[in-house]
């Protein structure tokens, strides 16, 4: 353990930190449509959404093993840049859950590590063709398919059992979300547990505290299961809130549909090997349950100010990075400090600002919108 | 740069195409239990709407586990 420097230290500190956002930013996506139908209670949905977080982790570490998939060439890579990058990260996935707008984690994080990389290493250290093919494809392709899948379910679900039952639906779609919920939550803690896994073994690979081509430790892949578990136990409100009840009004059978298209879009493309966002599938998912009802249902203002987000959330995390990282390169010892307690800080502030207008298991489905002002007007945006 | 264009087409059609099976079976089985509420109402026993909603449930339980044979690697 002597070849563990204080650098190699704090990533594997700010490592856990951004999984631990990763799980409260991500909550949203399993569980957001089953707590906004009453399928499941808002404490139970979180808890049941971390537990199997911990369970997915420890499935499977083979995403671990490449840090990026690619899209940085992970042999210019020093701790100082991963440091940087997770920085831009967190700081990003804050700023969005403050304003409760769900982004994607992983596109903070490739965001976070280009910026990084690209001030540390040079151009030439970022692969822009892979970035392509890696994230922009699927990012524009994943919430079209899970969007149109989700509708044609919903229309088809909603035409079949017009004439049934209304409390029999109601109850049965319910039953079969927690399922489908679950299998997100599941597929979510193999992924994203394992991109924070990824991350520390090769800081510590960096520091020759592992050999070359190590497996993650066992406690490397238990606190990256925790760190995630207990964020999404903690439950991102602001963002759930968002997706439940900001975009569509939505009721079981709808929740059904977005959750089994979310569903089937992360499990085939992974199994295809594309790398894609959990967060914009879900998005996706529920804007096409939506539409399947009916169109007027659709809020487009909200999915607008997400789609938004999601444009610029690579380029600010990269941009926060890169910052981040020219002060580590050029600072030294000095200035990892520097940028620690800044994002400290700036975190800190996030935190505060947050509480002037809590979002929490009790009040997660009044309203429709997050705001950061206190005591605004119900409909207004942030 | 090579687009795999294939593979996308893939993942969509699948996607698209296990999306609405299952959600068209699970409502199927969900129909079947309204029908089985009306008919007991009705003095039936409604054994038979009871066991085609089983099936439907079944059906929708086995893609379910596939999923999570996708998930584990253990399984592969």
């Known amino acids: 353990m002597d070849h563990i420097t204080f650098l190699v230290a704090l990533v594997i500190v700010t490592a856990l930190a951004f999984d631990f956002t990763n799980g409260f930013h991500d909550t949203a996506n399993a569980m957001a449509t089953s707590i906004a139908t009453g399928a499941l209670r808002p404490k139970v949905a979180v808890l049941l959404s971390g537990a199997l977080n911990l369970v997915g982790a420890f499935l499977s570490t083979e995403v671990a093993k490449t840090i990026s998939g690619g899209i940085v060439d992970d042999s210019l890579v020093t701790s100082g840049m991963i440091f940087a990058g997770l920085v831009g990260a967190i700081l990003w996935n804050l700023m969005t859950w403050l304003l409760g707008l769900p982004s994607s984690s992983s596109h903070a994080l490739f965001g976070g590590l280009i910026g990084a990389v690209w001030v540390g290493a040079g151009r030439h250290g970022v692969h822009f063709d892979k970035v392509v093919e890696k994230i922009l494809i699927p990012a524009v392709a994943s919430p079209v398919v899970a969007g149109v899948a989700a509708l044609a379910a919903t229309y088809l679900a909603y035409r079949l059992t017009n004439r049934a039952r209304k409390d029999t639906v109601t109850k049965g779609f319910r039953f079969g979300q927690i399922a489908s919920a679950s299998l997100v939550s599941l597929a979510h803690g193999t992924n994203d547990a394992q991109k924070t896994m990824g991350v520390i073994t090769l800081a510590l690979i960096s520091c020759g505290a592992l050999g070359h081509n190590a497996d993650p430790p066992v406690w490397v892949i238990l606190t990256a299961g925790l760190a995630i578990a207990l964020g999404t136990y903690l439950g991102g409100w602001r963002i759930i809130r968002t997706m439940g009840k900001g975009l569509v009004d939505i009721e079981s059978p709808q929740g059904f549909a977005a959750e089994s298209a979310s569903t089937a879009v992360i499990l085939s493309s992974a199994n295809l090997g594309f790398a894609l966002s959990t967060t914009q599938v879900c998005s996706g998912g529920i804007l096409g349950a939506g539409m399947g009802r009916r169109l007027a249902e659709v809020r487009w203002g909200t999915a607008g100010r997400m789609a938004l987000a999601w444009l610029v959330t690579l380029p600010s995390a990269a941009v926060v990075g890169a910052v981040a990282a020219s002060v580590v390169v050029h600072g030294g010892t000095p200035g990892v400090v520097v940028i620690a307690v800044l994002a400290v800080a700036v975190a800190g502030g996030i935190v505060v600002l947050s509480r002037r207008n809590p979002v929490h298991a009790d009040n997660v489905n009044h309203g429709r919108t997050t705001s950061v002002r206190p005591a605004e007007p119900a409909g207004a945006g942030a | ?76």
Not at chain 2, 34 to 60: H, I, K, N, P, Y
């Open chain 2, 1 to 76: 740069m090579s687009v795999d264009w294939n593979a996308l087409g893939e993942v969509a059609a699948v996607s698209f195409g296990v999306t609405v099976g299952v959600v068209v079976v699970f409502a199927i089985g969900v129909l079947a239990l309204s029908a089985r509420d009306t008919v007991r109402e009705s003095g039936g026993t409604g054994t038979g709407q009871l066991a085609g909603a089983g099936a439907c449930f079944l059906a929708c339980a086995c893609a379910v586990v596939y999923g999570l044979y996708l998930i584990i690697p253990q399984f592969h």
